[in-house]
């Protein structure tokens, strides 16, 4: 069985970069024989133990080996033709190798659950240079990192959607359609070349979210100002850019919805506070009682 499994793993080696597909067969009979195992394994009290997990992490080890092969091959081509710089449209050899990072992962994505769109790998290598450029002005030591407009970027992940827009478009849209069209038609997030470039970054963004919200939770104004940008950065990805996440009934629940499910009630107790404390500064001011005659229109009470 160890012969066998090396073999497997040599078979599905030997058909890349050039034909995953034919490298998905080995590895599909490399996973079913795991499955084999593991179901034999509990009627027989859990026997060979180190035989099933080692096939367990050799077909573990060798799905991560053939999507890095895919993946250097498709980043070799974006660095000869400049991207991200690049404008004109793709060569052969970049639609050939995009096409080809799908059907590795194509089974992977039709078994995967349907909570969370998966980020493509070709995807994922176009916004690897956005996403080094993310970490560098906004999780570094650069002065953009700042708390006192820890928002800003949110409006440059929205201004670099905008700006690869017609580009991800033309170039990118009708391989997705072509591949994506007649198996999951219906998920934006994989046959929308704009909703996919936007599930590839947002992990990144999702991230400096969350390590922002620990850092800022204790200064109130900076927080209240951050909640209200990210509740309008999610309308701008969703009304911009038609983005639902993956679920066209309930669309995209966003970035808000997630963090408030462990930050509402210190939001909340920030809000109330600033509430009464600008309610008791009015109080306490000395023109509190004086009348506001711009505060409606005509013919009606004006407040102090």
């Known amino acids: 069985m160890l012969q066998e499994v090396d073999s497997l793993a040599n078979e599905a080696r030997s058909f890349l970069p050039e034909h995953p597909k034919e490298a998905l067969k080995p590895y599909a009979r490399l996973k079913e024989l795991c499955i084999s195992l593991r179901r034999l394994q509990t009627p027989a009290d859990d026997a060979a133990g180190h035989l099933v997990t080692h096939v367990e992490q050799r077909a573990n080890i060798l799905w991560s080996e053939m999507k890095q092969v895919m993946v250097d091959n498709f980043e070799d081509i974006l660095k000869k033709t400049n991207w991200p710089t690049a404008t ?100 934006r997030s994989y046959n929308d070349p704009v909703a996919a470039f936007i599930t590839a970054l947002l992990p990144v963004v999702r991230e400096r979210v969350n390590t922002l919200l620990v850092s800022i939770s204790n200064d109130p104004s900076v927080l209240s100002s951050f909640m209200v940008s990210l509740m309008k950065f999610d309308e701008d990805i969703r009304l911009k850019f038609n983005y639902d996440g993956g679920n066209s009934k309930k669309g995209w629940k966003g970035l808000t919805r997630e963090v408030l499910d462990k930050w509402f009630l210190r939001w909340l107790e920030v809000e109330k506070d600033f509430a009464l404390m600008r309610y008791k500064s009015i109080i306490k001011s000395d023109d509190n009682s004086g009348i506001d005659y711009d505060s409606t229109g005509p013919n009606t009470t004006k407040a102090t």
């Open 88 to 187: 004109e449209a793709p060569t052969e050899a970049w639609t050939a190798s995009f096409q080809r990072l799908l059907e590795l992962q194509t089974p992977e994505i039709l078994n995967a659950p349907a909570r969370e769109p998966m980020v493509l790998l070709p995807m994922a290598c176009l916004t690897k240079p956005f996403v080094q450029q993310f970490r560098y002005h906004f999780m570094g030591t650069k002065a953009s990192n700042t708390k006192l407009h820890p928002a800003y970027f949110l409006q440059w992940v929205v201004e670099l959607v905008e700006s690869r827009e017609d580009y991800l478009i033309d170039n990118v849209g009708p391989i997705l359609m072509s591949h994506f069209g007649s198996t999951i038609a219906s998920n």
